[in-house]
């Protein structure tokens, strides 16, 4: 489990080998999703006023847990040995989840 400060690995999905990444950041505690936080858990968490894991990512975006599957960078990296590792563009992927719903 991670820590405030820990750095963490924003993973989006895996697939035909590969593992799609928003990037590495720091865990900066739980605090209610902003407006910028795409999907359905992210609406429901702001309308019930409920705490989520967020990530400040190196590049300076933030991405909340109800986004990403995420865990300590160390870990998550042993974890996908062997596999390419992918960053994709956060705003492009909520914009996705905005028009398709998911």
């Known amino acids: 489990m991670a820590a405030k400060g820990d750095r963490v690995l924003a993973v989006s999905h895996t697939k ?3 593992v799609y990444v928003f990037g590495e950041g720091v865990y900066v505690g739980n605090e209610v999703p902003g407006p ?4 359905l858990i992210a ?7 409920r705490a989520n894991p967020k990530i400040k ?4 975006d933030v991405v909340w847990g109800c ?3 995420w865990g300590e960078l160390e870990a998550a990296v ?3 040995e062997g596999m390419e ?3 994709i563009d956060l705003e492009k992927s909520r914009e996705r989840s905005r028009t398709t719903g998911g």
Do not use: S, Y
């Open 43 to 49: 609406e429901m968490c702001r309308g019930a006023e």
């Open 36 to 39: 910028e936080a795409a999907g």
């Open 57 to 60: 990512l190196d590049c300076g």
């Open 16 to 18: 035909d080998g590969n």
């Open 78 to 80: 042993k974890r996908f």
């Open 85 to 87: 590792i992918v960053t």
């Open 67 to 69: 986004e990403c599957w």
